[in-house]
């Protein structure tokens, strides 16, 4: 005898049976699949088809649509067949690689109503080729004679001689003579392209600005005066240091793409990116100001094995035990003992143990109302973490999400962990405009200067000597003076 709604229940046996016992499982399977009537049979060749054809995103939109089809139209069948026969995962019956293009051809010829030929086209042919009227199969089997044919192997002979080559590179050079660069611009290449000159030009102007006030054509107090703004609420320019230092990294990187892209035009491999930075900055001189990349760990380096390894979690957590749940579990609609019920919130171990989850939601709910319903859980049974918890789903939730939850937390300011209101006073109080605009670099002291120190590789004061900062100056002990050689008398 078959019916739908019996097959269906034997497939959910058959479901929890494959966790228990597979070999049971598998055998049963036939006995199961009697009962299945034509419709069952076509709907799972359907299936078969879809998730060869087209990649499982593909077909689970294919499906959902097809969900939403029923339920406008009120057939329960097809949506208690969608739930119970429509895989969890991939079965991975879609390998567009490895596949044979005869048989997708087929099956799309077959689905499509067309031919095979149309398909063969529509899956090799270009567009242009598309677009064009249909060629005779006369055409394909008798194609038209070739205007060129490989040389021979006497011609190939005969165009390798030392004559014939000197004779194609004489033409070569007649056609387009090699231009002969000047000198001038040979030197500018090699000595002064790419290479710093603001500390040159700096010094010029400064002498030029001595020699005026000398003379007399400026004040002195003009002089020391600064920065004056040109238009209200210009901004004072940054200090000197941190701008010239800003501008050194944009220059080397500046420098290092065009030494990228010089070997790139030469035929070259490119270099990476921590190397062209080495070239730009021996070849400005500015390496020593223009590092601004991270510095490397003591005795390590920056590259963390442990958290390049861990997958990110997806999806809420189970609300018992707080472990990342499979996509299997985060469906919105489960079939359990014949009821299509809601998410549980629970793992499959903490659901064994019959250990409390989601209320079940009834009527039509959607993705946003089970999000509610996990925001009232957290609050109801862990008030003081619940604020934690929907931060930590807050961080990688989707916009639709994150609404939700920012409109949840802000109706229940009472959760312990929320932010304290600040008083009117404190804002006045570090609001912008009683804040100096203006802000000045502490003086170093003499003999030290601003770099990247040698042994901790921060930017930090450093000294000129060794180019150490003070706190490697103690670690290394180079703070203690040398022991005193005492001669004879």
Wanted: hydrophobic fraction near 35%; include cysteine.
């Amino acid at each position: 005898m078959s019916d739908t709604q019996s097959f269906l229940s034997a497939i959910d046996d058959l479901h929890e049976m494959f966790s228990l016992d597979r070999r049971t499982a598998v055998e049963l399977f036939p006995d199961a699949l009697a009962l299945a009537t034509d419709e069952d049979r076509a709907f799972l060749d359907e299936l078969v088809e879809l998730f060869t054809l087209y990649p499982r995103e593909s077909v689970l939109r294919r499906l959902e649509a097809r969900w939403r089809e029923a339920d406008r139209v009120g057939d329960e069948t097809v949506k208690a067949r969608l739930v119970a026969l429509v895989p969890d995962s991939d079965p991975g019956l879609y390998q567009r690689d490895r596949s044979d293009a005869v048989f997708v051809a087929e099956q799309r010829a077959r689905r499509n109503g067309t031919t095979l030929e149309a398909e063969h086209a529509n899956l090799t042919a270009s567009l242009l080729a598309a677009e064009m009227p249909r060629q005779s199969i006369r055409t394909w089997r008798n194609p038209p004679a070739r205007l060129t044919a490989a040389p021979s192997r006497e011609v190939d002979k005969s165009r390798m001689t030392a004559r014939q080559i000197a004779a194609r590179s004489a033409a070569r050079g007649r056609r387009r003579p090699a231009p002969v660069e000047p000198p001038i611009v040979s030197t500018y290449v090699a000595e002064h392209l790419f290479v710093d000159t603001q500390a040159r030009e700096e010094a010029q102007a400064r002498a030029r600005v001595a020699e005026l006030t000398a003379r007399g054509l400026i004040s002195e107090a003009a002089a020391r005066r600064g920065w004056i703004p040109r238009t209200p609420g210009e901004l004072p320019p940054l200090p000197a240091d941190l701008a010239r230092q800003r501008w050194e990294h944009t220059y080397c990187g500046y420098v290092a793409d065009q030494h990228n892209r010089d070997r790139a035009l030469d035929g070259s491999a490119p270099i990476p990116t921590e190397d062209a930075l080495d070239y730009a900055g021996a070849r400005t001189q500015l390496a020593e100001g223009a590092d601004r990349r991270a510095r490397i760990p003591f005795q390590g380096n920056a590259r963390d094995d442990f958290d390049g390894a861990m997958i990110p979690v997806s999806g809420w957590r189970c609300v018992s035990c707080f472990i990342e749940r499979p996509t299997a579990d985060q469906y919105l609609v489960h079939s359990r003992g014949g009821q299509m019920l809601s998410d549980d919130g629970l793992c499959d171990c903490c659901r064994a143990a019959d250990r409390p989850g989601l209320p079940a939601l009834t009527g039509r709910y959607t993705a946003r109302d089970l999000a509610r319903t996990y925001c009232r859980f957290y609050a109801e049974h862990y008030p003081s973490a619940a604020r934690a918890l929907l931060a930590e789903v807050r961080r990688r939730a989707p916009q639709w999400l994150t609404e939700i939850i920012d409109q949840f937390l802000t109706a229940h300011p009472v959760l312990p962990g929320a932010p304290e209101p600040v008083a009117e006073s404190a804002v006045a109080a570090t609001s912008p405009q009683s804040q100096s605009r203006r802000r000045t670099e502490p003086e170093l002291p003499e003999g030290m200067r601003r770099g990247r120190c040698e042994g901790c590789t921060e930017i930090k004061p450093v000294h000129n000597a060794d180019g150490f900062c003070t706190q490697c100056w103690v670690w290394l002990e180079l703070d203690k003076a040398a022991p005193r050689q005492r001669r004879a008398a």
